[in-house]
């Protein structure tokens, strides 16, 4: 089933409107119980849940209740409530009879903006129900908002429906005190290469870190071999949520980024929930969108099915141009280390 491109510009409307109430949610609870954000409420296969993940859930779902339209009946897919029964809206719809899937991810980058450390996102995307069969890429309408720290005064907002180009995604910063929204200009780099830029593989914990070094030390080395004046001058950053990655690369602050979690710890045996999941990367389309480039590591458009639990490993280009110099590089390395 297609959906027409005024329901879907509807629909990502709507979905700003979740996000915002997500984020005024947030901002409300802080006010009155920051101190138990951190508190370990469960958990799931897909991650750790805490007490922050709880207010933005009930957020989600009584906004879903109040304002998701009846004549777009949907399943819900969201980090939190995949171990229970499906959620769909209207409330009781069986999944079989609803038109769309929309995966979720409430806060992603929690550990951070619990601790007040960074920023995190709220990240929503929407695909045509295809039941078991929906993956990544058949999402149409992408929406990612920044979730803000304490002393933050603005937050912005990203949202798309495919198709539109740069120009389709809509781009706005808000005051979060309920100030005025203005438009925002964006464009991820045009760089030809990677000096004195910033671009890293995801190395969030211990488990997996020599392995990854290894394969980025080496990842650099055949991109500028020694003597041809040394590795380039790149810098790193961790920022601990893959929505806020996609936003660095978008806007132009990094020029790549990698997640090889999902294959790391394959080759090294080690069994864990601490990847990338289908929810964490539902807002990609956006960057490529703009231009940029999102693929599987060994290249090849993102195929994962929409839930919370299967692996991820991605990496992401600020242009074409970056992707055709890394590829090559990357494939010989990840068959050196991972077989």
């Not at 304002?67 to 969201?78: F, I, N, Y």
């Not at 780099?189 to 070094?213: I, K, M, N, R």
């Not at 650099?220 to 936003?247: A, C, K, M, N």
């Amino acid at each position: 089933m297609s959906l027409p491109g005024p329901t879907l510009e509807r629909i990502r409307r709507l979905l700003c409107g979740l996000h915002e109430s997500i984020r005024d949610a947030l901002r409300a609870s802080r006010a009155r119980q920051a101190r138990h954000f951190a508190e370990v409420a469960g958990q799931t296969r897909a991650d750790t849940i805490y007490r922050i993940d709880r207010v933005s859930e009930a957020a989600i779902l009584g906004w879903f209740g109040r304002h998701w339209p009846r004549s777009l009946p949907v399943e819900l897919v969201m980090e939190g409530i995949e171990e229970g029964s499906p959620v769909t809206f209207p409330a009781g719809t069986p999944v079989g009879r609803t038109l769309c899937k929309c995966i979720i991810d409430p806060i992603d980058g929690t550990r951070g903006l619990m601790h007040d450390k960074r920023a995190a996102w709220a990240l929503s995307a929407l695909a045509p129900q295809r039941g078991a069969r929906t993956h990544l890429g058949d999402l149409l309408v992408a929406v990612m908002t920044e979730l803000p720290t304490t002393k933050q005064g603005q937050a912005d907002q990203y949202s798309a429906v495919r198709g539109g180009g740069l120009r389709g995604i809509v781009a706005t910063r808000r005051d979060v005190a309920g100030g005025p929204r203005r438009r925002l200009a964006f464009r991820p780099s045009g760089a030809a290469d990677f000096e004195h830029g910033f671009a890293s593989l995801v190395h969030f914990f211990p488990e997996g870190l020599a392995l990854t070094a290894r394969i980025e030390e080496e990842l650099w080395e055949r991109i500028r071999p020694r003597r041809s004046g040394g590795p380039p001058r790149v810098f790193g950053d961790q920022y601990l949520t893959t929505g806020g990655q996609i936003h660095e690369l978008l806007t132009g602050r990094d020029r790549m980024i990698g997640d090889l979690r999902p294959l790391v710890y394959a080759r090294l045996g080690l069994k864990s929930a601490l990847v990338c999941h289908p929810y964490d990367i539902c807002t990609a389309f956006l960057l490529a969108e703009a231009g940029g480039v999102v693929e599987e590591p060994l290249g090849g458009a993102l195929r994962a099915p929409l839930d919370t639990t299967t692996p991820v490993a991605w990496m992401g280009y600020a242009n074409p141009r970056l992707a055709r110099l890394v590829r090559p590089a990357l494939r010989r390395v990840l068959r050196k280390h991972l077989g």
